[in-house]
């Protein structure tokens, strides 16, 4: 929640020049990857671990690695549109 807020004052913070806002592209699907990254994490990974005597091993593994994965992809996304700016 943090990385959202910082990304906010950064954004409000800019020189006028470079015409920031939440609508430009790269912020906006920065924001919408970062989104799905928690949603992920909190949707799929966490619950994956809070019962596991309920599922096999095998299960709990596959949810896990899957939204993990997923959720990493979408974390490195956020990285390149923020970095890189396209």
């Not at 994490?41 to 619950?47: E, Y």
Request: glycine share 6%; no cysteine; hydrophobic share 55%.
């Amino acid at each position: 929640m943090i990385i959202v807020i910082a990304r906010f004052g950064v954004i409000g913070m800019a020189d006028s020049r470079y015409n920031l806002s939440i609508t430009t592209p790269w912020v906006l699907g920065s924001l919408v990857l970062y989104a799905i990254a928690l949603i992920l994490a909190l949707a799929l990974v966490v619950p994956s671990f809070e019962h596991p005597e309920r599922r096999s091993a095998r299960s709990t593994y596959v949810r896990a690695a899957a939204g993990s994965g997923i959720a990493t992809i979408a974390l490195i996304g956020t990285v390149v549109f923020m970095v890189w700016k396209p």
